[in-house]
């Protein structure tokens, strides 16, 4: 029940491309769903978060498109450039004060 | 503002010696947590606090203790140190106040081998 469960593990999408990373949550206590950036060597900054109320959220190139009834959320990077390669974690948190997250995705895009 | 510190950036250890890893933040959070990052799996939980004298475990707690003496500071200390424990360990913290989106500042994490 606790469980985030991230796709794909890696991701290798093209400069200019759109890139998508899922993931998919079972307790549906969780109320609020961010998403990390992490570079290597770094830890993890916020980059965007979404919470259930809402289907979507968008900053700049980055987008959060959330199915409540299916618990997936998933995070999509339009036009994707070489600075954005990083790893990427999804998270949840509901009322417990505990994060749980994804797996991670490590992206690259190529130039 | 310094933000989330950690020292130290890396360290090597014997199994079975003992040490404490350093967390300290500027920002007055209530909130502060321990994780840790191993490839494959995430960051899972070790060890939070709510506040100054109040702390609770996470998902993976074993091996680990935490105290909670000011609101600044939040050591994790590990008791008896097991090859397990090689991982990559972040402290995080954020504001209470104001939830649900308040954002969680990660430090740069410390590198643990254990040998």
């Known amino acids: 029940q606790q469980q985030v469960k991230q796709s794909p593990q890696s991701l290798i999408v093209q400069k200019g491309g759109i890139s998508i990373i899922n993931c998919a949550y079972e307790?549906?206590?969780?109320?609020?769903f961010p998403w990390y950036q992490q570079f290597p060597g770094k830890g993890p900054a916020l980059l965007i978060a979404?919470?259930?109320?809402?289907s979507e959220k968008k900053e700049g190139r980055f987008t959060i498109s959330f199915n409540k009834s299916a618990k997936q959320f998933s995070l999509h990077i339009m036009d994707s450039q070489p600075g954005d390669s990083a790893t990427y974690f999804c998270?949840?948190?509901?009322?417990?004060?505990?994060?749980?997250f994804g797996t991670g995705t490590r992206l690259k895009v190529l130039a | 503002n310094a933000g989330v510190t950690q020292t130290p950036k890396f360290q090597v250890l014997k199994t079975g010696q003992s040490m404490t890893l350093q967390c300290a933040q500027d920002?007055?959070?209530?909130?502060m947590s321990w994780y840790r990052q191993d490839p494959g799996m995430g960051l899972r939980l070790i060890h939070y606090?709510?506040?100054?004298?109040?702390?609770d475990q996470g998902e993976v707690p074993n091996g680990y203790n935490v105290s909670r003496s000011t609101t600044e500071d939040f050591p994790l200390r590990l008791l008896s140190a097991a090859p397990s424990q090689t991982s990559v360990y972040f402290c995080?913290?954020?504001?209470?106040?104001?939830?649900?989106?308040?954002?969680?500042?990660f430090g740069p994490g410390t590198r643990l081998t254990v040998l």
């Open positions: 979404i919470r259930p109320d809402v």
């Open positions: 998270a949840a948190r509901g009322r417990t004060y505990k994060y749980i």
């Open positions: 606090s709510v506040g100054a004298g109040i702390t």
């Open positions: 307790n549906t206590a969780f109320d609020y």
């Open positions: 995080a913290s954020r504001r209470l106040a104001g939830e649900p989106g308040n954002e969680q500042f």
């Open positions: 920002m007055n959070h209530e909130y």
